[in-house]
């Protein structure tokens, strides 16, 4: 997935069930339907998101599949990017 355009996507704060290997409880993952992003990867951007609001809040961010070299796909979005807080 190199070389990937950044897309608008929807993602939520959630607590993981397997902290192994991660840091902390709180993580952002990406809303289902919105392929290529998959529920199950994870979202690297602005820790403000899982430090000033409560776990479910959605956000608006700008992102795109990426990998460190030889290791998992992830998302990401640049930690200084605007976000946008969704009402329920």
């Not at 190199?2 to 993952?29: A, D, T």
């Not at 609001?53 to 930690?79: D, L, N, Q």
Request: with cysteine; proline share 5%; aromatic share 12%.
């Amino acid at each position: 997935m190199k070389n990937q355009e950044y897309k608008e996507i929807i993602v939520e704060s959630f607590i993981i069930n397997n902290s192994s290997g991660k840091h902390g409880l709180i993580h952002i993952r990406p809303l289902p339907n919105q392929f290529p992003f998959e529920e199950h990867m994870l979202v690297e951007c602005s820790k403000v998101l899982i430090t000033d609001f409560p776990v479910g809040t959605k956000f608006s961010i700008k992102a795109k599949i990426t990998s460190r070299e030889g290791g998992k796909e992830f998302i990401y979005s640049h930690y200084s990017w605007s976000y946008k807080v969704l009402k329920e």
